[in-house]
């Protein structure tokens, strides 16, 4: 049986770091002088977006939401809680968030597609930030992700993304969603299963 964690998190407590040694900096985001690298911490999210901290979910989500504004990614793709006192990298399973809810407003190439985030975050679609699907090699099942700020990705929940299918359309050989006057496919492979 889980239990919530409800302890207190520090980022100086690193999880792997050995000895005498100086962890590495995030690729790509300036640190402060005064900010501490504390390395590898032992906080990861699942692929159903829950954060854990020490095997144990966190089971206060004004705590959660309150590290996910201080998430980062850096240029290789890891993940970092930067706070102004610490640096340190966290495990990702898939993508940090997850997109639990759409909305549409306006019609055709001009509607704008809105999803929310498991952390009440509201993004639109739209060049700044985009949709974009992974398919599976094995199994062709789509991963269906909405980019956000800072190259960091929601996923799409499953019954989110069916509902997003069926605002699909067909151009120029490609199955994708207008939003925000721009066209985002969904690919090739998705205008079968859409029945397009």
């Known amino acids: 049986m889980s239990k919530n964690t409800n302890k207190h998190i520090s980022l100086s407590l690193p999880a792997s770091s050995g000895a005498g040694s100086t962890p590495a ?10 900010q501490v690298i504390c390395g590898e911490l032992e906080m990861h999210i699942d692929r159903g977006g829950v954060w854990h901290y020490l095997s144990s979910p966190i089971g206060r989500k004004e ?20 706070t102004p006192a610490e640096v340190g990298r966290i495990t990702v399973e898939d993508a940090p968030f997850l997109a639990v809810e759409m909305t549409v407003s306006g019609n055709g190439e001009e509607q704008i597609i809105t999803f929310r985030t498991n952390m009440d975050v509201l993004i639109s679609v739209n060049d700044a930030h985009p949709i974009r699907v992974d398919i599976n090699p094995d199994t062709d099942e789509p991963s269906p992700y909405l980019v956000m700020d800072g190259n960091i990705e929601a996923l799409i929940t499953r019954a989110v993304y069916y509902e997003l299918v069926t605002l699909g359309h067909e151009k120029d050989g490609i199955f994708g969603i207008w939003s925000s006057g721009s066209f985002f496919s969904l690919g090739a492979l998705l205008a079968k299963e859409a029945g397009t």
């Open 25 to 34: 900096p995030p690729k790509g985001i300036a640190i402060k002088p005064g």
């Open 63 to 82: 705590l959660v939401r309150l590290f996910s504004t201080v998430l980062r990614r850096d240029d290789d793709g890891d993940y970092w809680l930067i």
